[in-house]
Every structure is written in C-alpha cells, then in structure tokens.
C-alpha cells in the first residue's frame, strides 16, 4: 500500500517565523489532505490538496502530484498554531493512510 | 449541524471489559472510518465502511468488531479490553460519491480509552 512520510517530525519556530512541512507519498493519490490536531486532540481539517495550491489566510499548501509531495506553509507563526499536523493520502480505494505527523512548537 | 458525534469522551476500562464506542453522522454520508491514534503516533485505521450493512478490515482490527445498520451509526465494539487498546479513539465520515476517494474526511472529537 502506500507509504506517507512527513517531514521534519519536530519543528520549534519562534512567534512570527515561516516555515515549511513537507509530506512525500510513494504512489499517486486522489486524496491528500493537511489536518492540524490541537493541544485538545482535535483534528481540524486545514487543506483538501490532491493537486494545485490553495491558501487560506496565513497558510497554504502545494500538492505535486506527478512528483508525489505536498508542502504545507505556515507563515508569521503564531503560537496558536502549535500542535501536530498531519498529511493523509488516498490513492482511489476506501482507505486513507496517515503520516506520522509533524509536532510544532512555537514560543511566545 | 453537528457533523460526527463521538460518545463517551473519556472512559476507563478494566482488563477483560468490554463496551461499544458510538459513532453518529448526520451528513448522510456513506463511508464512516474507525482509527486509533496511540502517543505521539499517527493515526492507524482499525475498521471501515462504505454503506449500511457493509464493513471491511484496516490495518489494525485484532480486538475490535463493528456494525453498520444504518447510515449515521458506526459502533465500534472492544470484546476483552486489553491494555495493548490504550489509546484515542476517532470516528470519521465522508460522502463517497462514486469510488468515494475524491472527498475529504470529517473527524469526530476522539474518545480517550484507558485500560488498566
């Protein structure tokens, strides 16, 4: 089945930093979503990205398909955005496969 | 709109118990999702199903068994708790239109299973 990595796994970025998260899959997808889960555990849905960019307000995300990765930017952190973000792929069939999440701090 | 509704939030089990984790949509949507999320892990698929009357094995269903009767209900039920199901429970949904892959999920809040 498909493999979903995402990188780095740790991330601490000081209040007002950008960065970059980046999700590699190993087979072409249908479905690739970004998820942002809070310091409560709950799981939002930030980006549906099977290809293309899209922005919504300070973050956005680029899926190359045909190069099979996603990236997710963040920018002008803020520590509300701390958490875990997880990337998810599909790749037609009833099943989506998570990556193990990258864990971001950012201090006030 | 309520989307995916998880009951109870937390609970605490004896080894050996057994109880059902309810899971209820009101999107009419057809495939419903059970993972687990153990620390700092991702998420592992345990169970799915695509309509009423069908479900189908993830990557982790030893210990579990669900039930589709309806298109809202998903129970997942634990029959011998044991501590190796320590974990976080979600529940999710997604329309699944034609092959159903082409939809983002919805997630429930998760439900925090202890066993000791």
């Known amino acids: 089945g498909i493999q979903v990595e995402q990188s780095p796994p740790d991330l601490i970025l000081q209040e007002g930093a950008n960065s970059t998260l980046r999700c590699n899959f190993s087979?072409?997808?249908?479905?690739l979503q970004w998820f942002h889960q809070n310091p409560w555990g709950q799981l939002i849905n930030l980006f549906y990205i099977p290809s293309g960019t899209k922005q919504n307000g300070r973050l956005s995300a680029t899926t190359v398909a045909t190069e099979r990765y996603s990236l997710l930017y963040i920018s002008s952190s803020q520590t509300t955005d701390s958490g875990v973000y997880f990337c998810?792929?599909?790749?037609?069939?009833?099943?989506?496969?998570f990556g193990a999440g990258t864990r971001l701090f950012v201090k006030a | 709109n309520a989307g995916v509704t998880q009951t109870p939030k937390f609970r605490i089990l004896k080894i050996g118990q057994s109880m059902t984790l309810q899971c209820t949509q009101d999107?009419?949507?057809?495939?419903m999702y059970w993972y687990r999320q153990d620390p700092g892990m991702g998420l592992k698929l345990i169970y799915y199903s695509v309509g009423a009357g069908i479900t189908d094995k993830g990557e982790v269903p030893n210990g579990y068994n669900v039930s589709r009767s309806t298109t809202e209900d998903f129970p997942l039920r634990l029959e011998l708790a044991a501590p190796s199901q320590t974990s976080v429970y979600f529940c999710?949904?997604?329309?699944?239109?034609?092959?159903?892959?082409?939809?983002?999920?919805?997630f429930g809040d998760g439900t925090r299973l202890s066993i000791l």
């Open positions: 999710a949904s997604r329309p699944g239109q034609g092959i159903g892959s082409n939809q983002p999920q919805h």
């Open positions: 999107m009419n949507h057809n495939y």
């Open positions: 087979d072409s997808v249908n479905n």
């Open positions: 998810a792929a599909n790749t037609g069939g009833f099943k989506t496969i």
